[in-house]
T-cell receptor
């Protein structure tokens, strides 16, 4: 079952902030965030593990609320290079030590000058 | 340092034909995945393999088979291609062991079934 992302699309002007949300109905082990440019493969941004930790990467940060099975990606002072489709990936145990990594439908972020 | 390599990059099939998409990684990763990407649907998991010799179904396995030939290679086979299988296919691998690890993606295979 795919995690649910919102919003589906967002348009920003350079320098503005955005938040992308990701939620799941099932218990999660971890949440991944990836960015995909048009015509390219998805590229890893960060992983968040259980424990409500918040991670950061330059002006992009994320949080993971284990109890609510929700994660949010925060993009501050957006740059043109932030444009792309953002995917959250959620990891669930599927038996033994096997973990299944499934992705949401993505959020298309467009940053304009 | 190739990472994850997929072949072919582009393929056109006729309905009913079969083909195998190849994927190889050189990072000594345990976990490998096959996804398909369709407009508005995101990345959907077809099959995955947590380790050499094991495979498991994902969200959309119907019409596909996989083989984890060895630790490096994970192939996806379409036995009788259908137009609904027109998509971009991504292979990914991760060094997931005891802890979660980032997934590295290949450059994708654009498949058209006519």
């Amino acid at each position: 079952q795919q995690p649910v992302q919102s919003p589906q699309a967002v348009i920003l002007r350079e320098g503005e902030d955005a938040v992308i949300n990701c939620s799941s109905s099932k218990a999660l082990y971890s949440v991944h965030w990836y960015r995909q440019k048009h015509g390219e493969a998805p590229v890893f941004l960060m992983i968040l593990l259980k424990g409500g930790e918040q991670k950061g990467h330059d002006k992009i940060s994320a949080s993971f609320n284990e109890k609510k099975q929700q994660s949010s990606l925060y993009l501050t002072a957006s740059q043109l290079s932030y444009s792309g489709t953002y995917f959250c990936g959620t990891e669930k145990r599927s038996g033994g030590s096997n973990y299944k990594l499934t992705f949401g439908k993505g959020t298309l972020l467009t940053v304009n000058p | 340092n190739a990472g994850v390599t997929q072949t072919p990059k582009f393929q056109v099939l006729k309905t009913g034909q079969s083909m195998t998409l190849q994927c190889a990684q050189d990072m000594n990763h345990n976990s490998m995945y096959w996804y398909r990407q369709d407009p508005g649907m995101g990345l959907r998991l077809i099959y995955y393999s947590a380790s050499e010799g094991t495979t498991d179904k994902g969200e959309v396995p119907n019409g596909y088979n996989v083989s984890r030939l060895n630790k490096r290679e994970f192939s996806l086979r379409l036995e009788s291609a259908a137009p609904s299988q027109t998509s971009v296919y991504f292979c990914a691998s991760s060094g997931r062991g005891e802890y979660s690890a980032e997934a590295f993606f290949g450059q994708g295979t654009r498949l058209t079934v006519v």
